[in-house]
């Protein structure tokens, strides 16, 4: 491997992969720093062992339920034929517009003494309270049928795209040698979409461990919760730190399995029959069963909770609606569109430096700054304000002394540090973005450029950017997106009297006010369809690629 040339746009990578490790490792230095024993012995002998045990079975539950669901929908939507299969194919990816903790209350509503679910049973049945059974959804397997409802369709997209580009012409030689659709399933189509699959329940995974307003609506003590109560109730940093490095442990750990299940086994593809199958027409019940099969996720996922927030805001809704809910309205977009501008721009300075290098040095630089989407907002919001109170503090004396007055906080006081913690946790979306639309640029576009006396800089101002302006909105629009759900590192880093649309939701939602969260909480929602809209319709087109 040659050695990297120091070119600027090298640098700039060099200094952007460093800011994007930064917090992380301000998080796992805080390991080897002794912080107040008395906290530390507290939460140990009180509700540490309650957070590794609840985050082992969110794990479980939430792993085995996302893996069930999604292969199951995308198996039969890939492979079968039934009564509204091309409608399910792209409507299955839209629980990812619902964030968990708006699952959360919204159901808590809808299934609650007083919901409209008991209140019919008791109407029809003449109960009185005390004189049935219900369950409770503020549990543990409440929280892990939350997380199942919204997640599921991680593994769905990746189990489908690999059945699609796997299964065709192995399922072909499987048929011939006398094998039935269940042991070709089992012996040949899932075996090769495992990879598929264990990254899917991996993202999963990692987006249960990063909640926080589920698992605090449903007093499930994790990891984040005691991030947050350390912190805040607590007031020891060192102590959140060092709940943080211990939750950055478990996603690790996840990544590692991740990639170690794989062992030294391969999955090529070693026949050039890759067309999809066309799909086994499911003949009569088993048709039906197959779209109820379908229906049934997509309902809980994404039809009850919209319609349930939709009818709440309409018929109640924020009672503060009007300046304050434009107020939030605005806070929320100039957080998400400042990070996505931004956030484009790095990732399309970091992908042309590493096309320009073409080093491993440069690669892996990009491979750095794409880690921070695997770490939950809480570790990076306390890996980040950390160092940045520091330097904050250094700044205001540095301040003072110059000019003769103290400006406060400068970073932490308004939203430059909670911009910069959005990026480090959502700059690695932009980036796969751009970086898979630049590689189908052929080299000779820049051979040709270069031949007519443009730079560097000018090839890519005048030649990638209009190509890329395609990829270059659909990767601000998920930043955008990613921003507006956020919600622990808004939490732990906001400023004094600063709302968005997410932590009003959970604010609200907090103090049992579940009908006046419903119209932030609808908002995000609604947001949060626009990038599904553009996805749902690539994937209805893939069946008929």
Not at 512 to 535: Q, Y
Request: net charge positive; glycine share 8%; hydrophobic share 55%.
């Amino acid at each position: 491997m040659r050695a990297p040339s120091l070119s600027p746009l090298l640098v700039f990578a060099v200094v952007v992969a460093l800011l994007a490790g930064l917090p992380v490792a301000s998080v796992g230095l805080n390991l080897f720093v002794g912080g107040t024993s008395d906290t530390w012995s507290h939460l140990a002998q009180t509700v540490l062992g309650d957070y590794i045990a609840n985050s082992l079975w969110l794990c479980l539950g939430v792993g085995s339920g996302v893996a069930v669901v999604g292969v199951g929908v995308a198996w039969l939507t890939a492979m079968h034929d039934f009564p509204g299969r091309r409608f399910f194919e792209w409507a299955l990816v839209l629980p990812l517009a619902v964030p968990a903790y708006v699952m959360a209350y919204v159901y808590t509503d809808f299934l609650q003494f007083v919901g409209p679910v008991q209140t019919a049973l008791r109407e029809w049945f003449g109960w009185q309270y005390g004189d049935y059974w219900f369950p409770d959804i503020r549990t543990l397997p409440g929280a892990m049928l939350m997380f199942v409802c919204v997640l599921y369709p991680y593994v769905y997209l990746l189990a489908r795209t690999a059945f699609l580009e796997r299964a065709s012409g192995m399922l072909e030689a499987a048929r011939t040698l006398g094998l039935g659709p269940w042991r070709a399933f089992f012996s040949v189509s899932l075996p090769l979409a495992r990879p598929a699959i264990v990254s899917g329940v991996a993202l999963a995974l990692m987006e249960t461990l990063a909640d926080y307003g589920t698992v605090a609506y449903f007093a499930v003590n994790t990891f984040t919760t005691g991030i947050y109560r350390a912190w805040f109730s607590l007031g020891d940093r060192i102590a959140a730190a060092q709940l943080a490095a211990m939750l950055l442990a478990f996603v690790l750990f996840l990544l590692m399995a991740e990639r170690v299940s794989r062992g030294r086994a391969r999955y090529h593809n070693t026949t050039g029959r890759n067309r999809p199958l066309a799909g086994a027409k499911l003949p009569g019940a088993w048709g039906w069963l197959a779209t109820l099969a379908c229906a049934v996720p997509l309902l809980l996922g994404f039809v009850l909770p919209a319609i349930l927030l939709l009818k709440m805001a309409l018929t109640e809704g924020d009672a503060q609606f009007g300046e304050r809910f434009l107020l939030l309205s605005r806070n929320s977009f100039v957080l998400a569109g400042c990070t996505a501008a931004i956030g484009v721009l790095l990732a399309l300075l970091l992908a042309y430096s590493a096309r320009l290098s073409k080093t491993l040095f440069a690669q892996g630089l990009n491979r750095l700054v794409g880690l921070g989407y695997a770490v939950p907002g809480a570790v990076i919001a306390v890996g980040v304000l950390i160092p940045v109170t520091r330097v904050d503090n250094w700044l205001a004396a540095q301040w003072t002394v110059w000019f003769g007055y103290n400006p406060g906080l400068l970073l932490t006081g308004g939203i430059a540090a909670l911009v910069y913690a959005y990026l480090v946790r959502f700059l690695a979306v932009a980036l796969h973005t751009v970086e898979a639309s630049l590689a189908k640029i052929t080299p000779s576009m820049d051979d040709a450029a270069r031949s007519l006396g443009l730079g560097q800089g000018a090839t890519l101002r005048r030649v990638h950017a209009p190509i890329l302006r395609g990829s270059l909105l659909t990767a601000g629009l998920l930043v955008f997106v990613d921003v507006m759900k956020e919600l622990p590192a808004t939490l732990v880093m906001r400023p004094f009297n600063f709302d968005t649309l997410a932590t009003q939701a959970y604010t609200l939602a907090s103090d049992e006010r579940l009908a006046e969260a419903s119209t932030a909480a609808l908002a995000i929602v609604a947001v949060g369809l626009l990038p599904l809209i553009a996805l749902s319709r690539q994937i209805s087109k893939s069946r008929r690629a």
